[in-house]
């Protein structure tokens, strides 16, 4: 049974930064395409951001471009996400996904199986 753990989360103020982390296990996790997805009251669950299997590849929504880094331990089974210089606005619930060799810019959370729980960030102005 897949499971996925998600942790980091929490309170900052903007312009800080959160790494979130998200452990796996009951999957060969080499062999998946990880991303974040977050949700936003009142919004529809959007793409943050994937990682390839080999971690060669990454691809990132533009509204996170170059204030985030999507990385990946394969000896850890861990997916990170590293966020800086936070706004407001990516105030969400955040979800780790694995999507089993899931094209890394397909960006659809349809091609990915299994999901975490969610962890909350909230950025205060």
């Known amino acids: 049974q897949v499971q996925l753990v998600e942790s980091g989360g929490g309170l900052v103020q903007a312009g800080g930064s959160l790494r979130l982390s998200c452990a796996a296990s009951?999957?060969?996790?080499?062999?998946?395409?990880m991303a974040w997805f977050r949700q936003a009251p009142g919004k529809e669950r959007e793409f943050v951001a994937a990682?390839?299997?080999?971690?060669?590849?990454?691809d990132y929504v533009d509204s996170v471009k170059g204030r985030s880094t999507i990385s990946r331990d394969n000896a850890k089974n861990t997916v990170y996400l590293q966020m800086n210089s936070l706004k407001p606005e990516d105030t969400a619930v955040y979800y780790c996904a694995a999507g089993f060799r899931a094209p890394t810019t397909s960006r659809g959370p349809a091609n990915f199986g299994s999901w975490g729980q969610g962890i909350q960030v909230t950025v205060s102005s």
């Open positions: 009951g999957l060969t996790f080499s062999k998946y395409t």
């Open positions: 990682i390839s299997p080999s971690g060669a590849i990454t």
